[in-house]
């Protein structure tokens, strides 16, 4: 029995060898394959959370918060928005501006007015046009 473990030892680690030797030949000929999708599949998170952000953004447009229900709404909403700023590191960095004024907002929801709430719509759907420009750009940099 001894024996048989030893030799079933044996064979698991060389064919570990073989698996690594391989996987290590695959990506150092293949490299510029798996950068690429790599990249392709971080581009296409960052396109996602900058799609449901713009959405989010949209919604607060249908909203007045000269309403208190509505206003509730409104403040709900930019929770939501600073929550998902907060937690990607890169949206945190480029919309840090636009984070310290939803934060403003949302501590001290009497401050609020419509025209505030127009003007940071309108400031949050430019820098995220922006951003989603420069994401294409790197993108198309990158392919060079």
Not at 61 to 72: A, E, G, R, Y
Not at 75 to 88: D, F, K
Not at 128 to 143: M, T, V, W
């Amino acid at each position: 029995m001894k024996e048989l473990d030893l030799w079933l030892n044996i064979i698991a680690n060389f064919l570990t060898v073989i698996a690594s030797s391989i996987a290590i030949y695959i990506f150092f000929f293949n490299r510029e394959k798996i950068s690429s999708a790599i990249n392709f599949i971080l581009s296409y998170s960052n396109q996602l959370t900058l799609s449901e952000l713009k959405w989010k953004i949209e919604k607060l447009n249908d909203f007045t918060v000269n309403d208190n229900v509505q206003k509730l709404e409104v403040i709900n909403i930019l929770h939501e928005i600073e929550g998902q700023i907060i937690g990607n590191k890169v949206l945190n960095e480029k919309l840090s501006e636009q984070l310290q004024k939803v934060k403003g907002f949302t501590s001290n929801t009497k401050s609020l007015t419509e025209p505030k709430k127009r003007s940071l719509v309108s400031e949050l759907r430019e820098s995220i046009r922006n951003i989603d420009a420069s994401n294409y750009g790197n993108l198309i940099n990158k392919e060079k």
